[in-house]
């Protein structure tokens, strides 16, 4: 059983364009995430949502919004893409903030 | 804020021999939770240990370990008895608005 998903695993578009990487976790936790990783490993945080509430959302361009439908998915949406976009995001969740964080495997972007 | 440094880009090590990796942190919040992780070539990102600001001993997890020492804010992760799927990044990360360290490649050599 997956517990945190992503889709797509990879995705290679063209600049200009919009683009949405779903993630959904059934652990059961309250607590959603959406990190970059960027070609040097660096793993910086976007967005958390706690039980679909924003509570961080760290400087981000706003051609990225996420969406939290329900306790259990986390979506990136984002707009008008950008070479520096292309990263690997990582979807993750934990049982509440604070906690261990489980990771998806990962969404890798490549802006053309 | 807080912040997570780790000053080893590399690490070599034999196999069956331990190692340790550095951590050091900087928070001025009173209540924190540092975490490992580690991130093989294949690319998930696996938890290995938690370290509470409040726990009074250090944590284990098997082969992992945490030398917290609370007066230099270090949070360092020992591994014992190394294997060569040990070889991976391993990332040190602080509790409040998740903050990732740069992480430290570690290679088992046989």
């Known amino acids: 059983d997956t517990a945190v998903s992503q889709t797509p695993k990879y995705l290679v578009t063209q600049m200009g364009n919009d683009k949405s990487i779903k993630c959904e976790q059934n652990?059961?936790?309250?607590?959603m995430y959406w990190y970059k990783q960027d070609s040097k490993k660096f793993l910086k945080i976007m967005f958390s949502?706690?039980?679909?509430?924003?509570?961080i959302n760290e400087t981000v361009p706003n051609r990225f919004s996420p969406k939290s439908p329900d306790k259990a998915h986390l979506n990136l949406h984002i707009n008008s893409l950008e070479l520096g976009d292309s990263a690997v995001y990582f979807c993750?969740?934990?049982?509440?903030?604070?906690?261990?964080?489980?990771f998806g495997p990962g969404t890798r972007l490549t802006v053309l | 804020a807080q912040k997570i440094t780790q000053t080893q880009p590399g690490m070599f090590v034999q196999e069956k021999e331990a190692v340790t990796l550095d951590c050091t942190y900087d928070?001025?919040?009173?209540?924190?939770?540092l975490f490992w992780y580690k991130q093989p070539s294949s690319g998930e990102m696996i938890f290995l240990i938690y370290?509470?600001?409040?726990?009074?001993q250090n944590a284990t997890e098997g082969r992992y370990s945490l030398n917290f020492q609370k007066a230099r804010k270090s949070a360092n992760l020992v591994i014992s008895a190394s294997q060569l799927g040990d070889s991976a990044m391993y990332f040190c990360?602080?509790?409040?608005?998740?903050?990732f360290g740069r992480g430290t490649s570690l290679i088992v050599h046989p």
């Open positions: 993750a969740s934990s049982r509440k903030t604070l906690h261990e964080q489980f």
């Open positions: 652990l059961g936790h309250d607590t």
């Open positions: 949502y706690n039980n679909k509430e924003l509570i």
């Open positions: 928070t001025s919040d009173p209540s924190y939770g």
């Open positions: 370290q509470g600001s409040y726990d009074q």
């Open positions: 990360a602080g509790s409040y608005i998740p903050t």
